[in-house]
């Protein structure tokens, strides 16, 4: 049996060469000819999965270690008989701590007073439940959208994208990217919703680039109907539009979900997912050894937003970027992965306050 891996997935080498002929390749050389030979993928979202790639190859089985999966052709797969997964979840945590640090810098740095502000999460799965969390433990007012679960429990608990446009001072996108249909999430965020904004709201994009129309971002912030613009997914990635880079007020090449242990999942969910297909009897595999963290000196009375700026600047991702903007794709190749904040937890002296403590629970 052979397997691809990309090579620029962490944590998993050697956890399969004991069953199979695994050949390591930066995604660039997952060609149709490379892959012709393969039982078996295991990649990334930088790597389309269709017809392209995959005819004529004997493939049977997939594993895209991420959470998204719009590249993968889920049709042409089907109708050849090859099967797939993700790893939904795998790094849910490493986006909030980006969000932490997020608003922690807004509150930090521009004197956003989060409590009074109202944050509104489009998307509601595993990412935007835990950002919904975070944004409550920041003291904010949540508005939750999301039509596909809406549908499913009619509880009342989310609102329209009106709503959102209307009350939010916060817009943050966690959506798949769907093309097309009833939830088609290319370009929600258009001219006709930046026309419907109401505050001047900060808008945050760490789901996918094509959620947010450049054109149409661009022209909301030079008319004055967003306030800033805080971008991670970027249309045309790497090939980023350079005027929206020198305008967004933080920006960083697609780094959100990269902490080691969303990393460590990722891997861990893919290994076992191929185990599970072909059988290898490693279906309980995992990553065990991740990088200790750095020393942090607490202070007793250390605040929420200050824990997060001091475990993981975003600023300094964005300043990276900012100035080498044609490194877009090997800083994110060659990220060095942060830890998340349950990383550190131990090392808090105990005159920490419940509420402080509290507030991390959104971290496990």
Known sequence: MKIIIDSYIPYIKGALDAFADVEYIPHQQITNGKVRNADALIVRTRTQCGEALLKNSRVKFIASATIGYDHIDAEYCRKNGIAWTNAPGCNAVSVAQYMASVLSFLQLRKNF???KAVIGVVGVGAVGSKIASLARSFGMRVLLNDPPRERREKNGDFVS?????????IITFHTLLNASGEDKTLHLA?????NRLKRKPVIVNAARGEIVSTKALLKAVDNGKV???ILDCWENEPDINLELL???TLATPHIAGYSADGKANAATQSVQATSRFFGLGIDDWRVESLPEVFQLAFEKDLSFPQFFINTYNVEADSALLKSTPSGFEQQRSNYPFR????AYLNRMEAGFSKQIKKQFEVFF
Not at 161 to 169: A, K, V
Not at 339 to 342: D, G, N, S, T, Y
């Open 339 to 342: 830890r998340e904040p349950k």
């Open 227 to 229: 306030g800033e613009a």
């Open 113 to 115: 007073d989060l409590p």
């Open 246 to 248: 020198a305008k967004a």
């Open 190 to 194: 258009d001219e006709s919703f930046f």
């Open 161 to 169: 994208l009106d709503r959102i446009c209307e009350e939010s001072d």
